[in-house]
């Protein structure tokens, strides 16, 4: 391999983010680059700069193959919770390799026993087993099969603008009109949506009279349509929605009159992300059934799981596909993952930086800045044209802040109903001083995108 192009390690490029020492020379670096485009199939459009190639990363930030430095607000698309490549994940993954590595969720391994006994014990006293797949589409294309199975219903509730996968199962849980036409063909007529709530723009009025009016017509919602079961996340990760604990305790109220299972899908918000280990720990709910993935392995291979009470498993008669679940690899390191995120005080990490974020966004005074929603390191910054109106931030615009952020080195995606929310959901090892260096660079940006009209 020729030498690395000479290039000083720490130096500064000119969109203000580090440029350190790349493993590969620039031709190499661009040839890689022009082989994903040839060989890649990424059926979506990309922002400005994406995708990044990334060639290392520690912690919060992702190095790419012409080594520029991004602090990675996305950590990994919301996986690599206790930082990229910690130490102890790696290590607990290289031992397990020599071990076994897949034997099928048909037999065991012990890793894949012990981190089951790990999150049932962890979860809430409602759970007793835990079934392992790969993804958290699947994980939720098996919970909807359980609460069917369970409750003979075939109906399912969920909430307005929820995310719950893009298989074709999960795909009638997931509200986005563009990606439900992504499945070519009607999708069956057996999921409705009830509100969610989405309290900065609530039209009941200002939050300290709340009456979670937004509920009022569920109780003849769940009357005219008997359910199986609703399905939520406990904070919605789309635009970082966290009900007060009122709405929670209405709705689990109403779907426990009705009958119907509750299933929580923690994919995004489980793990320490939101300040504590599930997101349903904010708002005491005991469901029946709890979806997860994302994060699991530490972010070696992929492991998705779908948690359920026992009355629930005795009525689960199958359909599952057992080939891939519950790798031992994967497992090892999500047994470590667990252990890293309490031993090292992660999830109070993310409790403290959540409320740092907030208290240093609101602290820049922005005009365009409508709304700050951090529950933990589950959320983000609403830009909005006008705080009065609340009207959105033109598309023109929220792209020129999205590509100056990338420019500069941070890596955020966007999100919210109206796609107006900075998603900022950083590794749990985040410190003050990156998200102060985040900021400083947010402030900028909008004033010049604002002054460039
Ligand atoms: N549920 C939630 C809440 C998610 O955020 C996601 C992924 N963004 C999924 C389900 C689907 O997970 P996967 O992409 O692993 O299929």
């Known amino acids: 391999m020729p030498a690395p192009a000479a290039r000083a390690a720490g ?25 994903d485009e040839q060989y890649i199939m990424r059926p979506w459009t990309h922002p400005k700069g994406e995708p990044v190639i990334v060639a290392r990363a520690k912690g919060c930030v992702v190095t790419d193959v012409h080594g520029k430095d991004y602090l990675d607000f996305t950590a990994g698309y919301f996986v690599n919770n206790a930082g990229h490549c910690h130490p102890r994940i790696v290590e607990a993954a290289t031992q397990q390799l020599t071990q076994v590595l897949q034997v099928s969720g048909k037999h065991g391994t012990i890793p894949a026993i012990l981190l089951a006994e790990r999150l049932v014990k962890l979860l809430p006293a409602s759970i007793n087993q835990a079934f392992f797949s790969t993804g958290g589409s699947e994980a939720n294309e098996f919970a ?11 109906d399912v509730a969920y909430l307005e603008n929820a995310y719950h996968g893009l298989s074709l199962g999960a795909l009638e849980v997931t509200a986005s ?18 509100p969610n709530a989405y309290c900065y723009r609530c039209k009941f009025g200002p939050a300290s009279g709340c009456k979670v009016e937004c509920l009022d017509g569920v109780d003849a919602q769940f009357a005219a349509r008997p359910a199986g079961a609703v399905l939520a996340e406990p904070i919605q990760s789309v635009g970082g929605l966290a009900p007060p604990r009122k709405w929670w305790d209405r709705l689990d109220a109403l779907r426990k009159k009705h009958g119907m299972l509750l299933i929580i899908d923690e994919v995004q918000t489980g793990l320490g992300r939101t300040g504590k280990m599930f997101g349903l720990d904010h708002y005491g709910l005991e469901p029946e059934i709890v979806s997860g ?7 070696v291979g992929s492991l998705a799981m779908t948690c359920a009470g026992t009355e629930v498993i005795k009525k689960f008669f199958g359909g599952t596909t057992p080939t891939s679940g519950g790798n031992a690899v994967s497992a090892a390191a999500g047994l470590a993952l667990i252990g890293t995120l309490l031993d090292e005080g992660m999830i109070d990490n993310a409790a403290a930086m959540g409320r740092h974020f907030t208290e240093a966004a609101w602290a820049l005074r922005d005009p365009w800045i409508g709304d700050v929603r951090f529950t933990g390191l589950l959320g983000g910054i609403e830009l909005v044209a006008d705080t009065g109106t609340k009207a959105v931030l033109p598309k023109k615009a929220l792209a020129a802040v999205k590509d100056a952020l990338h420019d500069a080195g941070m890596l955020i995606t966007m999100s919210g109903t109206h796609g107006n929310v900075l998603r900022l959901q950083p590794p749990l090892v985040v410190t003050a001083a990156q998200i102060d260096t985040f900021l400083a660079t947010l402030k900028q940006v909008l004033a010049t995108v604002r002054a460039a009209g």
């Open 293 to 299: 993935g994302k994060g699991l392995s530490g972010g």
């Open 11 to 35: 130096q500064v490029s000119h969109e203000g983010s580090a440029v350190t020492q790349s493993p590969l020379s620039t031709a190499e670096a661009d040839a890689i680059v022009a082989k």
């Open 144 to 154: 909807l099969k359980m609460a069917r199975q369970a409750s003979g219903k075939a």
């Open 177 to 194: 009109e563009k990606y439900r036409e992504s499945a070519g063909k009607p999708l069956g007529d057996h999921t409705y949506t009830i």
